[in-house]
């Protein structure tokens, strides 16, 4: 009693300990063997359970219940014979129980004895009548036989018996497509479809058959008819589509489809959030960034606890530049999310974009905190850097910029935008200079930094050099910034090179927005920092 109540009470080892003492009692207690062997099945010791259970049946082999459980624990060493033993002798005592049958023939179907199980299906059959589970596995016994006339016979003859059953039918014509009799396998499709015009998993299967015929644009059809059908799962259908995809890469009609097919899913299944996500990360893969983002905002507004959806909405928003966005979309993400160290980044990344300096610090650094991967804390270091220099905090912001080089010396970014921090203060421009000669070791003719290189000599009075530099800068790529020309334009002006640096801020001008004092300096012609 003590042990079947630690069992109810789910104490499965202090269960055991008190089996085992009855059994200490009294060594022939077959019913603790028995109590005791379940116990083991709890705790995965299969083989242990076996061996109490085959000792119980020993001590009171007139008991169904022990044979039933050694029967099922042979099946699970994969003892099939013993376990078909059990059930010959279990059919012989009770020639009316029908599950004995049933569970005898599957023992011995799994055991490869197909023809006895056949035997025993044929007389649980006559007696009974036709059995849509018999025949089904009949079906099954004559297909590993190679009798496949014998295995049609079997579906036909449940097709007679439910003729409205169009599982039936669908089973009937898979065997035919598996057999290449492509003519009856479709006669049995219209058959299930003219019984159920609407039955979503028949136009799919249909859709299957065309496909492997290949008839792609009836297979494409009824591939839709089944994507507007409620009753197929949206799982199923995304399976498919994903199908789709490999071949939309490559295939503009594919291409074309598959966006046919994800408009009649979401219209399928209006409020089911897969058939959003699954259309966002396709407009994704082709990088239509504003109707992804509008398929995950739709998400959004009826799930807001599936952080993969809230990443891929923030990702879109930095991605487009839309920094308003990526502020406040990343600031409620992390309502949900507040361990996610990602979104700290990305709502510091806003937040210093919308000029919020002192809140995209406090962001930084809690993320900071929380993240244990190198890459992303260079990340994190680079924006407190930057957060800092925008707030006019130009100690913390070379601290910063001081900790991200420690971690990675060859960072170009953070080369190339601590120089020009530098610069623009006129501070530490040895230092500076040193950075921006490397970024520009580390890569060639980049406009940006050639330009940060230019503008460091300039700070140093180094204007010859400076002038080669920019105009190097100029030469590859650096001729549709208004700012770089501008600061040629300074160069020249320094240089004592008045009326061509006026020409070159004109030029400036011309080409866009310059610094805050381009239209000063072209109506003035004087310098202005």
């Known amino acids: 009693m003590e042990g079947n109540k630690q069992k109810m009470l789910g104490n499965y080892a202090e269960a055991i300990a008190y089996y085992a003492k009855c059994l200490q009692i009294n060594e022939k207690s077959a019913a603790t063997m028995y109590e005791l062997a379940n116990m083991y099945i709890l705790q995965g010791d299969i083989s242990t359970a076996l061996i109490l259970t085959q000792e119980a049946v020993k001590v009171n082999p007139d008991n169904i219940w022990y044979k039933l459980l050694l029967a099922a624990l042979y099946q699970q060493k994969n003892m099939l014979s ?92 898979e065997i035919y497509v598996s057999n290449e009799e492509y003519d009856k396998a479709l006669a049995t499709y219209n058959k299930l479809l003219k019984i159920d015009p609407d039955n979503g998993l028949g136009h799919l299967s249909l859709s299957e058959f065309y496909r492997i015929t290949n008839d792609f644009d009836k297979s494409f059809e009824e591939i839709k008819i089944a994507f507007a059908s409620p009753d197929v799962k949206i799982d199923i259908k995304i399976k498919m589509i994903l199908l789709y995809y490999s071949s939309s890469r490559v295939n503009v009609e594919v291409s074309k489809q598959t966006y046919e097919l994800l408009a009649i899913l979401e219209e399928t299944h209006p409020d089911d959030p897969k058939s959003l996500a699954v259309y966002g990360d396709f407009l994704i893969s082709d990088e239509k960034w504003e109707e992804a983002r509008e398929k995950y905002r739709k998400v959004i507004e009826n799930t807001k606890n599936n952080y993969l959806i809230w990443e891929q909405l923030i990702f879109i928003d930095n991605q487009l530049n839309d920094f308003k966005a990526l502020y406040y979309e990343s600031k409620e993400a992390l309502e949900y999310f507040p361990n996610q160290v990602n979104l700290y980044l990305f709502n510091g990344i806003g937040a210093i974009k919308q000029k919020k300096f002192d809140e995209a610090i406090e962001k930084l650094k809690t993320g900071l905190g929380l993240t244990v991967n190198k890459k992303l804390e260079v990340q994190f270091y680079i924006y407190l850097a930057e957060a800092y220099f925008k707030n006019k905090n130009n100690e913390e912001s070379d601290k910063y910029f001081d900790k991200a080089l420690e971690l990675e010396q060859d960072n170009l970014y953070i080369l190339n935008n601590y120089s020009y921090y530098l610069s623009l203060r006129s501070e530490k421009l040895n230092k500076a200079l040193e950075m921006t000669k490397k970024c520009n070791e580390l890569t060639v003719n980049n406009a940006t930094y050639l330009d940060t290189y230019a503008w460091v000599l300039y ?49 400036a001008k011309e080409t866009g927005k310059g610094s805050e004092f381009l239209d000063k300096k072209v109506d003035e012609e004087k310098m202005y920092e």
């Open 82 to 173: 013993k376990s078909a033993g059990i059930y010959k002798e279990l059919v012989k005592e009770h020639p009316y129980n029908i599950e004995y049958k049933l569970e005898y023939a599957s023992i011995l179907s799994l055991n490869n004895k197909l023809k006895e199980a056949l035997k025993i299906y044929d007389d649980i059959e006559l007696k009974y009548g036709v059995i849509d589970e018999i025949s089904l596995e009949k079906e099954k016994i004559y297909m590993k036989l190679g009798e496949k006339e014998k295995a049609y016979e079997e579906l036909n003859k449940l097709i007679i018996e439910y003729p409205l059953e169009v599982r039936f039918y669908g089973l009937l014509a």
């Open 459 to 507: 700070k140093m009075q180094n204007y010859e050099e400076a002038l080669t530099i920019i105009e190097k800068a100029i030469e590859h790529g650096g001729g549709g910034s208004a700012v770089i020309i501008e600061h040629k334009g300074d160069i020249l002006y320094k240089s004592g090179k008045i009326k061509k640096a006026v020409e070159i801020w004109k030029k």
